[in-house]
């Protein structure tokens, strides 16, 4: 059996006690602060699946209803684009094959390959906008070798989804820039690609979706946005507060007024 042993008993609570407390107390509001705002940051990211799945389902806009609603005043478009994301477009124009770039070292269905971006000039108005219009394999033997994709002359229909420019990867110490246009690159900077080519580029891109066609893979993995891995993280922050605040009562507590009785 116990007893209850209080501080006349035994040795009264000193500084050492109060500064225990002073940093448990800390720690479980701390941690609990962690997992609010990570459960916060899970909330955001719902939010912003359903407003991606809201814009998906709305009618296509064309190139005049584009440009209507982003205008391509750098400045004004980047403030303008973040609504739009994700909405489908239907555009009009003509391939620039001269200007097409193959983005290395990207992935689709888990295999290494190319990304292929290729301006297209909108009939009528003729602005121009980066069509990331799909995926092709390397050639592992002859690494500069371009594989073959298929630009039709004319005027062609493009559907697809409206996009922020490519995925940056991390580029392992550039060399100096070849002269001439070099159509693969690691990563493609739309400011600095507009200044090379001359082309007046939109500040955002379109990303073609459909089957597989002229040599080219659409299977666009979804965007993931990690909102499992906040309630996880969130699960992890409140199990340190609860283990911080059952080590502080047995330890500082239990153990400390309670002792066998002899």
């Known amino acids: 059996m116990r007893e209850i042993v209080t501080p006349s008993h035994r040795q009264r609570l000193g500084g050492r006690f109060w500064l225990i407390t002073l940093a448990a107390l800390f720690g479980i509001a701390l941690t609990l602060a962690l997992a609010r705002w990570q459960l916060g940051r899970a909330a955001q990211k719902e939010a912003l699946q359903a407003a991606m799945a809201e814009q998906a389902a709305l009618p296509a806009l064309d190139g005049n209803q584009l440009f209507s609603h982003l205008p391509q005043d750098t400045e004004r478009a980047r403030a303008e684009v973040e609504p739009l994301l994700h909405r489908s477009v239907v555009l009009t124009g003509r391939w620039l094959p001269a200007h097409m770039v193959y983005l290395d070292n990207r992935q689709m269905q888990g295999r290494p390959g190319f990304f292929v971006c290729t301006p ?7 602005a121009v906008v980066l069509v990331q219009r799909g995926w092709v394999p390397r050639n592992f033997e002859a690494r500069t070798q371009l594989p073959p994709v298929q630009t039709p002359p004319g005027l062609v229909q493009v559907q697809g ?94 153990r400390r007024f309670l002792r066998p009785r002899t």
Do not use: C, M
Request: hydrophobic letters at 50%; zero cysteines; aromatic letters at 14%.
């Open 161 to 254: 989804r409206l996009a922020l420019p490519p995925s940056r990867l991390f580029d392992f110490g550039r060399s100096a820039a070849a002269p001439g246009f070099s159509p693969i690159r690691q990563n493609l900077d739309l400011a600095a690609f507009r200044a090379e080519t001359g082309l007046p580029l939109a500040d955002w891109t379109v990303l073609q979706t459909g089957p597989a066609s002229e040599g080219l893979l659409r299977d666009w993995p979804p965007i993931a946005l990690g909102i499992e891995k906040h309630y996880g993280y969130a699960f992890q922050w409140f199990g340190l507060s609860s283990l911080i605040a059952l080590l502080y009562v047995w330890f500082q507590i239990v």
């Open 120 to 126: 297209l000039q909108l009939e009528p108005g003729g």
